[in-house]
């Protein structure tokens, strides 16, 4: 079934700053899903009709990203689980499962975590962000922070900038290393800048919102988050190497001993989770940009995971709602 847009503008009417919302349809219990940051929905459209079949599946663009409006106010991800209650409230689903990548995905987690036990779990695929120096086992904590402090300027640097006409074809080009076809590439660059007059690319969120969202991305304590988990949650990590950057073999380093720190801190939580609200952590054989890689796989881990949880059968009203 292809995706439609809510009516009114592809925006639900009810959710603040006008929200920009596809409801790929579907029945059976809801799931809404996020994007990363600096991305959108439509990072979704390759997935989203894998989980149609069993569920009514919602995808959003993020405040600030793709086709909806910035914030009124600073980020945090206080405001942004309201954006989400607000949407879920508009459509009647606010028992929908949070699933989010990236940035998405910890979302998921704080929304799950502030609305159980209306929510019945949260999948966060692949967000994790960069954690604290004690999570870099082997390596010097004054080292870990360094490279931390290398990776924030590098990231803040980045942001909100305009992009050449260009920007597109070398996104395409990019993508192929990570044997993403180029049409689902193009469409998902397209849909996560802004095009200008002249041709070149605004590159989204803007800079006032993207600095503070990832000051609050710093700030956040997801293992923390993840041990006060009130309800089933799954986290998903891809595991495929990247095609190696030139000139940065230290972010590989740092890259290794995050990812060995994430093993230990994530089995360590999972040992100790109540049967009644585990945490299941899986592998993907992808890199970070799973959705685009493999859509199938990801499609299966989430329904894997939401029979697992059960749920009431939505029945969709006449107008889509």
Same mark, same amino acid.
């Given at each position: 079934?292809p995706p439609?847009?809510h009516p009114s503008?592809h925006?639900?009417a ?8 596809? #409801?790929h =349809? =579907?029945d059976g219990p809801p799931l809404?899903l996020?994007?990363g940051a ?6 979704? #459209?390759?997935?989203a ?6 569920? %009514? /599946?919602?995808?959003v663009?993020l405040?600030g990203?793709?086709r909806?409006p910035p +914030?009124v =106010?600073?980020?945090?991800f206080?405001a942004m689980t ?5 949407v ?5 689903i606010? #028992?929908?499962?949070p699933?989010?990548h990236?940035l998405?995905?910890?979302?998921a987690?704080?929304?799950?975590a502030?609305h159980?036990?209306v929510?019945?779990?949260?999948i966060?695929?692949? =967000? ?5 120096p004690? %999570?870099y086992?082997? +390596?010097?904590?004054a080292?870990v922070? %360094?490279?931390l402090? $290398? ?8 942001v909100?900038g305009?992009?050449?006409?260009? @920007?597109?074809? %070398? ?6 290393l990570?044997g993403?076809p180029p049409?689902r590439a !193009?469409? &998902?660059?397209r ?11 605004q590159?989204l969120?803007?800079r006032a919102s993207?600095l503070?969202m @990832?000051d609050?991305? #710093?700030?956040l304590?997801?293992?923390a988050?993840? $041990?006060?988990?009130p309800c089933?949650?799954?986290?998903v990590?891809?595991?495929r190497?990247?095609?190696p ?6 972010l590989d ?5 995050y990812?060995k720190? +994430? ?7 999972a040992?100790?989770?109540p049967t &009644?609200?585990?945490l299941?952590?899986?592998?993907l054989?992808?890199?970070h940009?799973?959705l685009?890689? !493999?859509?199938? !796989? /990801?499609?299966?881990r989430?329904?894997?995971?939401? !029979?697992?949880?059960?749920g $009431?059968?939505? /029945?969709?009203?006449s107008h889509g709602d």
């Open positions: 079934m439609r847009p503008a925006t639900h009810h959710t603040p700053v006008h929200t920009h919302v596809r #409801d =349809g =579907g809404v996020l994007h600096g991305r959108s929905l439509a990072d979704w #459209d390759a997935v009709p894998l989980l149609v079949p069993r569920h %009514q /599946v919602l995808a663009d405040p990203h793709g909806s +914030l =106010g600073p980020w945090s206080d309201e954006v989400l209650a607000d879920l409230r508009s459509y009647g606010p #028992d929908a499962v699933v989010g990236s998405g995905g910890m979302i987690l704080r929304y799950a502030g159980a036990p929510t019945p779990g949260a966060n695929l692949d =967000g994790f962000w960069w954690g604290r004690v %999570q086992p082997d +390596l010097d904590p080292v922070e %360094q490279g402090a $290398r990776i924030g300027g590098m990231t803040r640097a980045a909100s305009i992009a050449p006409a260009e @920007y597109v074809e %070398q996104q395409v080009a990019y993508a192929a990570f993403i049409e !193009e469409a &998902t660059t849909a996560s800048v802004r095009e200008l007059p002249d041709g070149r690319f590159l969120p803007e993207a503070e @990832y609050a991305l #710093d700030a304590d997801l293992m988050l993840l $041990r006060a988990m089933p949650a799954l986290c990590r891809g595991r190497a990247q095609p950057m030139p000139g940065l073999a230290w380093e740092l890259f290794g001993a990812a720190g +994430l093993d230990r801190d994530l089995a360590r939580i040992q100790t989770r &009644t609200a585990p299941t952590v899986e592998d054989d992808a890199t940009a799973m685009l890689e !493999e859509p199938e !796989e /990801v499609a299966a989430v329904l894997a995971f939401t !029979e697992t949880l059960g $009431r059968p939505k /029945v969709r009203n």
